[in-house]
DNA sequence: CCAATTCATCAGTTCAGCTTAAGGGTACCG
DNA sequence: CGGTACCCTTAAGCTGAACTGATGAATTGG
């Protein structure tokens, strides 16, 4: 009989590509990995990795191997949801990784909801980045990463993980009430407030200021949407921030819609098969009425029809 | 995650019942056995098993782990046999209970043909009552069972267990030269050698007789069908054979053709989702043949046309 | 009512699987 | 080309999960 567990390392060792990763990302130190695919090689009998210059690389037994216990793997998924659904109350923990503002505004109010509607349900929230967190679903760190989409960014597609859509969040113009400025052509020459570079919001930023027809000039670099809403208040920079923004400081400046109403997706991804646990439904419906809930609340210029509410 | 080790023992006590047969099947003790349900109890949180009597039943949860554990099992089967498909020699060990007719005769001729077509597939052959040998399928200690099916004597559907048709095998009536019968009604107060009561075969053998009229005065029991054989040369009892026990010996007296031309059916129990397993297959293909060129060889009365061949 | 079954529990033991440490091969870079 | 960094493997030793065996409690059948 096939090990499971033996399986599962292989099944990451074709997501990572090398057993340093595998063991980084399983917490196990290489050489684990290395003794565990080994016994699996030795016990099918057949030759599963190939050395590939200082990597290995697996064969097609091994991939075999891998399409099945994937399968596998979300066939056991499935089976705990069906065990959770079967119970009348929902509970257990639910691990979730969250981006900032999302863990600053949607989340409070979805864990205040959920306390009361699911008390048996745990939640463990964890501020992290996105990007950083989707590869760590099929790793068992979380059971939820909460994520977004900036236009033009499309999410990377991870196989084993589904995304589900929760809204749009639109994206707008933040200026200091002392900048003269009417529209984004206007900030040519402002000083602006962005995040790192490498990151998807700081890619769509950068496209708005250069199809306006400018470089900005970003003085000031964070992922922290809040510190960015600071320097709009103080009069320092100018920002592109979303609308949820404003649920966790108050709006700083005048807000200028963007052409085109532009807005970021926001979307919740978690491993296949567990899309239909009920903690994960639960808690998919608390941040969409969080969402929508957040949106009704906010004095927001309604320039924009939103689709997505 | 759920462990599957776990759940192979909850799902083994759904179909046995009982803890210590669980533990008498899987070759451990009732104690370990009793450890690990609770640990899969503790790890999942649900209660799994509750008393009834001095035993214990199942849940309406863990019936529905056991209903998801039966197809991760099998699609682990398929991967395994998948595995074994992708390379070009069949290899490995095929673990198989036989009958005894098909011990003597069938298995003989399919390991020849298997050692010269596949030399890298070993072959572990036992000789055991097939009836207590199916349920051992799911308990993985054989991977194929060899089975026979008597008139009228369905064999029961088990869960798990797919068959595979191998052929008929008339059924005769063999009397001894000494005996003065023609037909079957002759033989009312002749002595018989039959299978020991609770077999299908003496259940056919018992039905055949009554249905001619008579109660058989049997006067020898034994599942050994070359003692039969050799009670009809050495002119003590009739009896009702197969005629695939003239491979193994001797026709010892007069074969007398039965009305209807009745035959068992032969076949091939394999764990499902290993059917498609290669070395299974050859195995297959081995004893299909092994039966066919039986038959031809065989110096037997045509009397009937056998659509099986 | 006693004997036999069956499951639960506890203490003791064994071994699979982990970590650490050392070693060798490969790529990349000055 | 040597140096360095990275990656995989192997060996040795240790730890904890899981097994055995003994004991006890509950239930059923003769």
């Known amino acids: 009989m096939l090990d499971l567990h033996r399986l599962r390392l292989l099944r990451e060792l074709s997501h990572r590509g090398t057993l340093a990763a595998v063991a980084e990302a399983l917490s196990y130190s290489p ?38 216990t994937e399968t596998v793997l979300g066939q056991l998924e499935r089976a705990e949801a069906d065990l959770a659904a079967s119970l009348r109350e929902v509970t257990g923990l639910l691990r979730v990784a969250a981006f900032q503002t999302a863990a600053l505004t949607l989340v409070p109010n979805a864990v205040t909801a959920l306390a009361r509607s699911h008390p048996g349900l745990r939640l463990r929230i964890r501020q992290i980045d996105p990007e950083q967190a989707i590869p760590t679903l099929t790793a068992r760190d979380y059971d939820v990463v909460l994520g977004e989409e900036y236009p033009g960014q499309p999410q990377p597609r991870v196989p084993g993980v589904s995304l589900h859509r929760l809204g749009r969040d639109p994206l707008r113009l933040a200026v ?14 402002a000083p602006w407030a962005m995040e790192p ?43 592109l921030l979303p609308d949820l923004v404003w649920a966790a400081t108050p709006i700083p400046g ?7 109403s532009p807005a970021r997706t926001l979307f919740m991804a978690v491993r296949e098969g567990a899309h239909d646990h009920p903690a994960i439904t639960a808690f998919h419906t608390a941040l969409r009425t969080s969402l929508t809930t957040l949106k009704t609340t906010l004095p927001l210029p309604t320039t924009e029809a939103d689709p997505a509410s």
Chains 1, 2 share one sequence.
């Open 176 to 189: 200091p009430d002392s900048f003269d400025a009417a529209d984004l052509a206007d900030l040519a020459s």
């Open 31 to 68: 050489s684990a990995i290395s003794q565990q695919l080994a016994q699996l090689e030795h016990e099918t009998g057949v030759p599963l990795l190939e050395k590939a210059g200082r990597r290995v690389r697996l064969t097609e037994q091994a991939e075999i191997l891998v399409r099945h």
């Open 254 to 260: 005048r807000l200028l819609t963007l052409p085109g």
């Open 197 to 239: 570079s490498g990151t998807s919001p700081r890619r769509w930023a950068q496209t708005v200021c250069r199809t306006a027809g400018f470089e900005p000039d970003i003085r000031f670099e964070s992922t922290d949407m809040v510190f960015h809403a600071s320097l709009v208040a103080t009069g320092h920079a100018a920002s």
